[in-house]
């Protein structure tokens, strides 16, 4: 069983940034894949970034490639989104997601084992 807790969301002007931490329990955090989604008002989960259990690779929306950045601490037990040059349209509640691999985060249907309650980025212009 893994428990995640997202924090650091907020409210930024566009252009600014703001770092998510996502803090799991259990002893499966170190060997899982781990992922960022969000869901903006109206619209559908969407995946943003994930990384695998080492934190040698990363992936990321195309949307997001190059603003935001995911790293994790295994010793910490903590997933991170980086978020910079904040946009307006990145306003969303953000999830935190655990799997068993990389791959079952950035399908067309994600296969999460575990989701956190999200926390809240807005980002006015």
């Known amino acids: 069983q893994v428990q995640l807790v997202e924090s650091g969301g907020g409210l930024v002007q566009a252009g600014g940034s703001l770092r998510l931490s996502c803090a799991a329990s259990?002893?499966?955090?170190?060997?899982?894949?781990m992922g960022w989604f969000r869901q903006a008002p109206g619209k559908e989960r969407e995946f943003v970034a994930a990384?695998?259990?080492?934190?040698?690779?990363?992936y990321y929306a195309d949307s997001v490639k190059g603003r935001f950045t995911i790293s994790r601490d295994n010793a910490k037990n903590t997933v991170y989104l980086q978020m910079n040059s904040l946009k307006p349209e990145d306003t969303a509640v953000y999830y935190c997601?655990?799997?068993?691999?990389?791959?079952?985060?950035?399908?067309?249907?994600?296969?999460?084992?575990?989701w956190g309650k999200g926390t809240l980025v807005t980002v006015s212009s």
């Open positions: 997601a655990a799997a068993s691999a990389t791959s079952h985060l950035r399908g067309s249907t994600p296969r999460v084992d575990y």
């Open positions: 259990g002893r499966t955090f170190s060997s899982s894949a």
């Open positions: 990384i695998t259990w080492t934190g040698g690779t990363t």
